[in-house]
């Protein structure tokens, strides 16, 4: 009934800092480092995004995750890929100038749709709601690649008792000084999805 102002105490051989008490099936207790729960997310065929202004539209990039109830850390690690493709019937090739830029936008929603608008991302999102980055000229060389990598991620708090999809946007690019006409870079090409080595989408449970 006196409380022990050293705390609880066991010494086991497996003690080590910032470990927890853990019980195998049988209730049997022992030290072990805290297990981190990780889920991977599932790569779509990814999808062409327009380097022009589109108007608070987003794509479905054929991408999502599914998680349980909890709140989740939800990475996001994408290439951003202008060029080089010759069997694109509308080449993602092309030039640009070194004034040319273009602010790509990403996010997740519940919607299972083929695009949705602002309004539609996930409402379970906490606090910032966007994995956006930066893609700027030059690109002299119309037919070879142009590269830069998207990454961030978002919290999300499923506060359901069941697993829901949360599937993967792109779009509502902002290019206001981005300057069109022939021999123009056009696209991201095949965005999001499986194409490309680099491209990840992970969650990590937190507190």
Known sequence: TTPNPSGFRLEDGNQNTNFVLTSD??????????AVTRIVGILGAG??????????V???????????????????TMLMPVGGVSSDPLPGGGTMTVNDWVWLKTTF?????????DSQRSSDIEGPSLVSNLFFGPKSASNDPKFNMMT?????NNTSTASKRYYYYAGNTDSQEYTTGIGKATKFYLFGGWNWGENSITALKVN
């Open 47 to 56: 999808i062409d995004v327009p380097l022009v202004t589109t108007g608070g």
């Open 58 to 76: 987003y794509r479905k990039t054929g991408s999502y995750i599914d998680l349980p109830s909890g709140k989740w850390e939800v990475k996001v």
């Open 109 to 117: 929603s519940t919607v299972d749709a083929t695009t949705i608008v």
């Open 152 to 156: 961030g991620s978002v919290i999300i």
């Open 25 to 34: 099936t049988n209730g049997v207790g022992t030290w072990k480092p805290v």
